[in-house]
């Protein structure tokens, strides 16, 4: 069984550009959820789904992004006008409802 | 006063020793008590997960919990170079809603040969 996969796993943008970052979660798992990890600091949550509707996004930072899991399975998480700040591991979990959270490898965004 | 909270550390155990490690939270309405282990450059993996008052073994791990005193701690016994990681703890339920995890800083870890 294939553990979450996240993609691409390290990415590199210029200041201004937009950014997409891959999820796949673990097959049948309903929730999925994206956290954001700063260096020396725990995940910090942004957005959670079940299936597709997005139930909680308290977290995400900024109107810049923006979440989706158009289908229940797949989600991409959009980042626009990258800013200096918004380098950091971006992690996706998924889990059954109410279960264990599983994290995929994380993807490691650097903005220049 | 953070959600939850640990020692950054790093606790340094000789091998063999038993590690203990702990983690306050501010919710008393948290219901679901996670620790992670997370190795440098990597993601979080799940090693105990504990929801009731008492005690919980899994091979070399225990992990403890006491709600009245919004304490939940990890022991690691016959500790080895390879526990040497960051051990997050992370807590879901009450007002942080049922489903999000809210994780401490995480404590670092290291083992002595």
């Known amino acids: 069984g294939a553990g979450v996969s996240q993609s691409p796993r390290y990415k590199v943008a210029k200041r201004g550009q937009d950014v997409a970052l891959r999820c796949d979660p673990i097959?049948?798992?309903?929730?999925l959820f994206w956290y954001q990890q700063a260096l020396g600091q725990g995940p910090e949550f942004l957005t959670y789904?079940?299936?597709?509707?997005?139930?909680?996004k308290s977290g995400l930072p900024s109107d810049r992004f923006f979440a989706e899991r158009p289908e229940g399975s797949v989600s991409t998480l959009k980042i626009q006008r990258t800013q200096q700040e918004d380098s950091a591991v971006y992690l996706c979990?998924?889990?059954?409802?109410?279960?264990?959270?599983?994290f995929g490898p994380g993807t490691r965004l650097t903005v220049l | 006063q953070k959600e939850v909270e640990q020692n950054s550390g790093p606790l340094s155990v000789p091998e063999g020793a038993i590690a203990s490690l702990n983690c306050t939270y501010s919710?008393?309405?948290?219901?679901?008590f996670f620790w992670y282990r997370q190795y440098s450059g990597k993601s979080p993996e799940l090693i105990m997960s504990i929801y009731s008052n008492g005690d919980k073994e899994d091979g070399r791990f225990t992990a403890q919990l006491n709600k009245a005193s919004q304490y939940v701690s990890l022991l690691i016994r016959d500790s080895q170079p390879s526990d040497s990681a960051t051990y997050l703890c992370a807590v879901n339920g009450g007002n942080t809603g049922f489903q999000k995890l809210v994780f401490g800083t995480g404590t670092r870890l290291l083992v002595s040969p």
């Open positions: 979990a998924s889990s059954l409802v109410g279960y264990e959270q599983f």
């Open positions: 789904f079940q299936n597709e509707a997005q139930l909680d």
């Open positions: 097959s049948g798992h309903v929730s």
């Open positions: 919710d008393r309405g948290s219901q679901s």
